[in-house]
């Protein structure tokens, strides 16, 4: 909660999009590691 409030009180828009560019990478990430596993699993026939 310490890191939210730093955020908001007072206002910190570079760190807003810091975070926000952060977000992006992370779900970038974790797309492209669920896009391999599925692939792999697609390639040996194990695809439920």
Known sequence: MGFVYT???????GLFITEGV????A???VWRIVARNRKKHA???DAQ
């Open 7 to 13: 955020a908001l009180s007072p206002f910190n828009p």
């Open 22 to 25: 952060w977000a992006i990478v």
């Open 27 to 29: 779900v970038y990430g």
């Open 43 to 45: 390639s040996r026939g």
